[in-house]
């Protein structure tokens, strides 16, 4: 299963071998024997009935909410009760530990008729394979 699975997909992921990963990381993957392949088990799941981007939309519009774009950020937090930062963590702590190892990625959209791969997501755990998944929607 490791093989099959793991080593060519965490190796295009994190973009390290394996064994420099901490096995923590990996105790937190879920693995399934069954068809139910959920990876969050609870009985209310489901997604916003107008999407994700009209949710998003909506909360933006809230009148304790407001938003800038563009703006450079500063610790300078003086008027604010709550701010969401959504910078690089190693930035935001100016760099104490140095710059955190970032993979880049890099999402391609295409359309097609019908279906492509007949399931939602498809991870393409070879090492030849240069790309990790192909989410279809």
């Known amino acids: 299963m490791y093989e ?3 080593r060519g997909y965490t190796k295009k992921q994190w973009g390290r071998d ?8 990996f105790r937190r993957l879920p693995i399934h024997f069954k068809k139910d392949a959920n ?3 609870h009985k209310r799941q489901g997604q916003p009935r107008d999407g994700y981007t ?9 009148e304790n909410i407001d938003l800038e774009i563009g703006r450079r ?5 003086e008027g604010f009760s709550h701010l969401f930062y959504s910078g690089q963590l190693d930035e935001y702590f ?6 955190l190892p970032y993979r880049t990625l890099r999402f391609e959209h295409e359309v097609r008729p019908g279906t ?9 755990c070879d090492e030849d394979i240069p790309y990790t998944r192909i989410v279809e929607h």
């Open 4 to 6: 099959g699975f793991f």
């Open 18 to 25: 394996p064994k420099d990963i901490p096995a923590s990381v």
């Open 39 to 41: 990876v969050f088990h």
């Open 54 to 62: 009209r949710l998003v939309e909506k909360i933006l519009k809230h």
């Open 73 to 77: 950020f500063s610790r300078d937090t």
């Open 94 to 99: 100016d760099y104490a530990y140095g710059r």
């Open 116 to 124: 492509f791969q007949n399931c939602g997501t498809v991870n393409y």
